[in-house]
């Protein structure tokens, strides 16, 4: 419980407030990352993580609209998808990924929502050197997270996505959803197939805690592959680790985070 | 919207969350007090403010009390009698206040709550000389905040309380719980006769808003009184000025926020 070397922001009554909501919640990093940006700009504004059940998403959400200084919410894992029906507005992409992570308060009191993960993941994957343009990417996790991600890679003209999720509906419904915007590029399956995969992405939650099971083998990988997780904590997942023993390319959450950083902040005018 | 210079705690998902509800709430002070407490403690936890408005403040705590990391709630003006009902269990003398300032989430998951703003405006009053023992005093504002210092002015064995409220129901009410508690201590009036009184406390809010009226006219006192304020910004309420201008002394609202700020970290076990 010792507070972290590197102070956060002064908080008054004027402070603008924003709000975190995930579960767990222990790992996200964005408050740390947005606080010194924050204090650089000489901005009055503070992120909150709360940690919320997924039956107590649009409860809680619904009151914090309430809290007059509450600016928005961010939201993370397993909450992206309940999130959507709790604005009252969203961009495409986020209508077609099903999911959004930042939620704002209009001028006119009503709520627009968009998700910054897809456009993350991808300018992270371009930076790094691996321009998912014109290969095969499989996303495994077709919940909020890997629903924006494969919006995203879609729109950055990626010749296939392959969708995985263990959940056969939940697969079948983005799978449609996603095909009739990108007609033929788009596949399903419950089963991870990776031998002609050029990027395979983790957009599960597995990984977040040390005794989680891999999402997917690396073991059937091509040796040219880039494997990808979207966990920031721990820094090394399992299956980064697995991707590098096998001499694969592995790809950490880290730079995903840090080109949202500069969408969150344009997105709530902060 | 400026950063206030000094900073803030490092905010991070380990973090202790607690919520400051109150309406306005652009004037209040324990966030700005209390984390450099913490911060010399090395306790990692924030108060966050939250303006909410009076018909969302049960549905808003009752939200907050689903968030996992959110460790308890301070409450200011004009919340502190709804936050009573809120609570699953409460001190003695916040039951005979008919209100709280502060709850807490217990390990078994229930809430409790006290009050400290009667204990925190008295001990204000002794330590800066003006030991209320066998003095008359007039509270006015039968609310939140004035009801808890009733309660701890006959706890520090005042000869006498009158209260006063231009809401004839809720005074009468107050008055008939505290005479039941403190025989023949207790009188009650919906106008200020002040000709006899030895310490004035203005417990409205009245004097949070630039063009309020004065609480009550200084001009009926006597020479020796004390004329008090609870209200914290601005310091120098018109009240306190019109008491100096006449020559009374003039006691302000920071004294009983000081004393309450151990009073709050002890609570929380901070």
Redesign the interface.
């Known amino acids: ?17 924003y709000a975190l909501l ?8 964005a ?2 990352l947005l ?1 010194p940006l ?2 650089r700009r ?12 997924a039956s ?1 998403v649009a ?2 959400v ?3 609209r ?5 600016h928005g919410v961010l939201v993370t894992v397993p909450h992206k998808a309940a999130a959507l029906a709790l604005a009252d507005r969203v961009t495409a992409r986020a209508g077609l990924a099903g999911s959004v992570n930042a939620l704002r308060r209009e001028p006119d009191g009503t709520w627009s929502a968009d998700t910054f993960d897809g456009d993350g993941f991808v300018r992270g994957l371009v930076e790094t050197g691996y321009d998912p343009r014109g290969l095969r990417v499989c996303v495994v996790g077709a919940g909020g997270a890997g629903s924006a991600i494969a919006v995203a890679l879609l729109d950055a003209e990626v010749a296939e996505v392959r969708l995985v999720d263990t959940d056969a509906g939940r697969l079948d419904t983005l799978c449609q959803r996603l095909s009739a915007a990108y007609p033929g590029r788009v596949t399903a399956a419950t089963e991870p197939h990776l031998a002609d995969v050029d990027i395979a992405v983790n957009a599960t939650p597995l990984g977040l805690r040390p005794d989680d099971p891999l999402p997917f083998p690396v073991t059937g990988l091509p040796a040219h592959a880039v494997v990808a997780d979207i966990i920031m904590k721990p820094a090394e997942t399992a299956l980064l680790r697995a991707a590098d023993e096998r001499g694969l390319t592995a790809h950490p959450g880290e730079p995903m985070l840090n080109h949202q950083l500069d969408s969150y902040l344009a997105f709530f005018a902060l």
């Not at 010792?2 to 402070?15: F, L, Q, R, W, Y």
């Not at 995930?22 to 990093?29: C, H, L």
């Not at 000489?42 to 059940?53: K, R």
């Open positions: 419980m010792t507070a972290a070397s590197t102070p956060g922001p002064a908080i008054s009554g004027t402070t603008r407030v995930g579960d767990p919640i222990a790992q996200v990093r408050p740390g606080h924050l204090a000489g901005i009055d504004a503070v992120f909150v993580p709360m940690q919320v059940a107590d409860p809680v619904r009151a914090l309430q809290v007059v200084n509450l």
